[in-house]
């Protein structure tokens, strides 16, 4: 919400919605490529069929302007880069389980699934295996070092 008053100052209720929902959804889809390269580069599978939901993007009358951002099952509802990045994460994931019938991506080190999680306001993909907490496998996206 500051990013979005520091760029545009005061602005009417209806248009701030607007607003969050395009930076959401803009947001979603830059994500999305970026997980999209990741599957294909990891699994050699693409991420497309029938069953495939890219994303879609929702106005409830009754809300007004919000729009609803979703990816697969998962709903994108902040224009937090590291949130967003995770949600979309998630929805390819669980694209990936069910279309294919196969785990990614995966623990180098355990071979198991890996789930995200945030490390440091950084969407992570994190290990449940090896110590009590788990550890962190790798950021979501490899531009980004921890």
């Known amino acids: 919400m500051a990013e979005l008053h520091a760029e545009f100052g005061e602005i009417p209720e209806r248009e701030f919605c607007e607003l969050w929902t395009a930076r959401t959804f803009s947001m979603a889809r830059s994500a999305f490529e970026l997980i999209e390269r990741s599957v294909e580069e990891e699994t050699g599978k693409e991420v497309t069929g029938e069953d495939f939901c890219y994303l879609d993007y929702l106005r409830d009358p009754e809300l007004g302007p919000v729009g609803v951002v979703r990816i697969k099952s998962m709903e994108v509802s902040t224009p937090d880069g ?16 069910g279309h294919y019938h196969m785990v990614w991506p995966v623990c180098s080190q355990h071979g198991r699934g890996l789930h995200v999680g945030y490390f440091h306001e950084t969407a992570v993909w994190k290990c449940k295996g090896g110590t009590a907490d788990g550890h962190v496998a790798r950021t979501i996206d490899p531009a980004i070092r921890l």
Not at 83 to 90: H, K, P, R
């Open 82 to 97: 590291a949130e967003v990045l995770g949600a979309v994460a998630e929805g390819v994931q669980e694209f990936v389980m």
